[in-house]
């Protein structure tokens, strides 16, 4: 590793300060970039000589990289393609009723989340409609969340929490449908897929406004 260069020490010796400051600045600005630059060398394994910061420098030949990983593959990339916008755009063919969604619910998710959805060791889920504007609200999928297609996204993508992604797109629509009908926004008949999900109005849906003003045109 190159010795530490002493440049501005050198340029001030037998110089009054302000004299120092204004002809030595550059040297102490070049002297700086130089210690990064061997710093950034010790970890990355490349030789930098002395007085040699620019960024070609920092990077180590071909031969020498780390070559760590693979390309991803479309399937793996595929696998981790699950964003559902509110528009419900991506959303997959399938479907579920409320009615097959209990059953699945109770097998996964009443253990955490209670056997009606209101709480148990982990969230809410259904409840608490009209508290927002309280000293106490309770935020649940019915009383805050605004988009019905978020509560597919999410279920298919992290639940059940021991094992997320592991239910099929057909099981997502059906436990979808029971936490709608859960909060009281859908009957226990109808079937959610891509069409009817997108359709659904949550009842706080226009609960929210941008962080952002709009500027003027």
């Known amino acids: 590793m190159p010795m530490r260069d002493d440049a501005p020490a050198r340029c001030a010796a037998g110089m009054g300060a302000a ?6 600045a550059p040297a102490a600005r070049a002297s700086a970039w130089h210690a990064f630059a061997v710093l950034a060398a010790f970890f990355i394994g490349v030789d ?3 007085g040699d910061a620019s960024a070609d420098a920092l990077m180590p030949p071909e031969e020498a990289r780390p070559n760590l990983g693979v390309p991803a593959t479309a399937e793996q990339i595929a696998g981790w393609d699950l964003s ?8 997959p063919p399938g479907s579920g009723t409320a009615a097959r969604g209990a059953e699945i619910f109770a097998a996964k998710c009443a253990a955490c989340h209670g056997a009606d959805g209101t709480g148990g060791p982990n ?28 509560i597919f996204d999410y279920v298919r993508r992290a639940m059940p929490y021991t094992a997320p992604q592991s239910l099929t797109d057909d099981e997502a629509y059906a ?4 936490l709608l009908r859960l909060n009281g926004i859908i009957d226990e008949d109808f079937v959610v897929d ?20 709009e500027r003027p045109r």
């Not at 916008?85 to 991506?90: A, K, L, M, V």
């Not at 436990?175 to 029971?178: C, F, G, N, S, V």
């Not at 891509?194 to 003003?213: C, D, K, V, W």
């Open 194 to 213: 891509a069409a009817t999900l997108s359709a659904i109005e949550m009842p706080n849906a226009g609960g929210f406004r941008s962080a952002y003003r």
């Open 123 to 150: 969230d809410a889920l259904a409840g608490g409609h009209g508290t927002l504007a309280s000293p106490e609200p309770v935020r649940t999928i019915g009383s805050y969340w605004p988009y019905a297609t978020t």
């Open 84 to 91: 559902i916008g509110p528009d419900g755009e991506n959303l």
């Open 19 to 24: 004299a120092a400051v204004k002809a030595c």
């Open 48 to 50: 930098v000589p002395a």
């Open 175 to 178: 436990l979808t449908a029971h």
